[in-house]
């Protein structure tokens, strides 16, 4: 049997890439609904986030204008997204094959950015400062209080979203896009400014991700790469189209891997958790949380 | 018209494969040979690759680690097993259809955007079990100082890569003449009419599941024998093969080539590599090309979503619809000729 304390570090540790999951993969999973695209590039939109963040920091030199740089990535970001939409995306509605040519497209803006980052940024390893300091006791254990914060600020986050989504009446017309397109165009809602909200705000999800993540991690172009692949396999899992599904599956996944490190080790737990995915695949292809399409 | 049409085109590939025999006449330079049996490798692996992407219809990403395992498995077996050589480039072709296999249990279940997932992240799991397994595998240093080619006492070492060469053209034509039998075969009709009607494919009889097992082991075959050649040529296996740049590189090849056509990629796939060598000669470009690759990529699906291939098909569309018209004309007026005549 596991000791109490080793159970909460399992949990705390789940707990953390949990959260981080959930605002990667919901992004993802928000245009996915939306347009019937996936984003390739949303890896590279977390570095870039990150990126962002900490020369707007780093530039001024404080803690306090953290704030401010997180204000200036967020922006950033919308503009970005906003404009990939319209560049790759947006030329490709309506045709037969526009999930294949958009997964390319996507992919040929991952490459753009990764590179471009590398050449712009430099090789030199940084690392953002977290966004609040020192140390906090969670269930019986000590952990950074940037990971406490991620805990936290997650669910508020996801909340946001929901409630954005559920509420308002852009949030609405998004749904109502995603649903029917030809039917939200018939009731007046303009569906191309929609695609482009929906775009910029999983970009800017995507950029707060990296921002949380690169104090965590060290930046690389390639930050965002590993957590695509577990955005790719959560969103697989909780069964494609639903908002509550992905983050239900990335909080699972989150946990899974966290108890998948300490059992069967850092190296292995990748693997491990790829033949849980197809096993339950192969049982359920339409995803753990996903209902039966016809 | 259409008989004339396969001439030409015929006449094309006898022309082409004429001057890829005699170019290591013409080019002595080391390097520009290198060039070449890079381009022959690379092509290998994207015309396979098509077979599953663009004839049948699965939206394979896994298509690069199939190359990458064919890297590995030469790589390996010539180090542990003592394999010979010629052996190696064989069980990487093996190997490969056995993961192709592998990827098939999940893809045959699933559909569209999941095939696209699952296949991508079978790439990610391959790459990080060849570093976590570093002992074996070598890790990030990879695998050196695989043996050489040797036939009848030769080296293909010497002469400035000859040897090399013609292997590196004679797998790629057997290859391109297994890709154009299996294409012809009614195994390759069948993957055709699943890709374009599946329901009415079905209903005909065609297994969809087995079907696009077996296309996913017959493409791997052939992608691992060039994995499994690739290093034993360079004599080095190293897990850059799994990463984005050489996916990314391959999936241009395919899409700028055309999917759903053999010699698209193959065309491609010369003149990408070269196109990328020069890029990467001038100086300053060197860490830029794969962004000007990526911008390509982006402009040729912009403008022709169905590769630079169309071009040339929709031209003899074109021609044969001219054809067709002056054909009408002609029986009109023969027509009207014959009224005019009993009038």
Known sequence: ?294 | MIRSLSGNRAFVLGAALVIAVLMPFVVQDTYWRHLFIIAFIYAMVASNWDLSLGYAGIFNFGHVAFFGVGVYAAALSTKFLGADPWIAIFLGGVAASLAGALVALPVIRLKGIYVVLVTFAFGQLVLQLVLSQSEITGGTQGIVRIPALEAFGYNFLRDFKFGYYYVALGLLVISTIFLRFVVRSDFGMSLRALRDNEEYAVARGIPTGLQRLKVLVVSAFFTGVAGGFFAIYLRVASPEIFGFPVQSLVLSMVLVGGTGTIYGPIAAAVILTFASEMLGSIEGLDEGRVMLIAVAMIIVLLFFPNGLASIWRRRAQRAALADSADKAVAETRLIENSAGASR
């Open chain 1, 1 to 294: 049997m596991m000791s109490l304390d080793a159970f909460s570090a399992l949990l705390v540790s789940g707990l953390v890439l949990g959260s981080i999951y959930a605002m990667m993969a919901s992004g993802l999973s928000l245009v996915w609904t939306t347009l019937g695209i996936f984003n390739f590039a949303h890896g590279v939109f977390m570095a870039l986030g990150a990126y962002v963040a900490w020369t707007v920091s780093d530039a001024a030199g404080l803690n306090l204008w953290l704030g401010f740089a997180i204000a200036m990535s967020v922006a950033f970001m919308a503009g970005l997204g906003i404009l990939i939409e319209r560049t790759v995306v947006r030329p490709f509605y309506g045709q037969r094959d526009m999930l294949l040519i958009t997964v390319m497209t996507t992919l040929a803006v991952m490459m753009f950015l990764e590179k471009g980052i590398q050449m712009l940024w430099g090789p030199r390893l940084k690392q953002l400062r977290p966004i609040v300091e020192g140390k906090v006791s969670l269930l019986g254990i000590t952990i950074s209080a940037q990971e406490a914060f991620i805990i936290v600020i997650a669910p508020l986050v996801l909340a946001a979203l929901w409630a954005f989504l559920r509420w308002t009446s852009t949030g609405r017309g998004i749904r109502a896009v995603g649903q029917n397109p030809d039917a939200a165009k018939l009731i007046g809602i303009n569906a191309s400014a929609m695609f482009a909200v929906t775009f910029a705000l999983s970009a800017v999800l995507a950029g707060f991700t990296g921002i949380l993540l690169g104090s965590l991690r060290l930046l690389t172009p390639g930050l965002g790469a590993e957590p695509l692949i577990k955005a790719f396999i959560i969103v697989i899992f909780g069964g494609m189209g639903s908002l509550a599904g992905t983050i239900g599956a990335a909080y699972i996944i989150g946990l899974v891997e966290a108890f998948l490190i300490t059992t069967v080790g850092f190296y292995w737990a990748p693997s491990a958790l790829f033949i849980i995915l197809i096993a339950v695949l192969l049982v359920r292809p339409e995803g753990l949380f996903g209902r039966r399409v016809a």
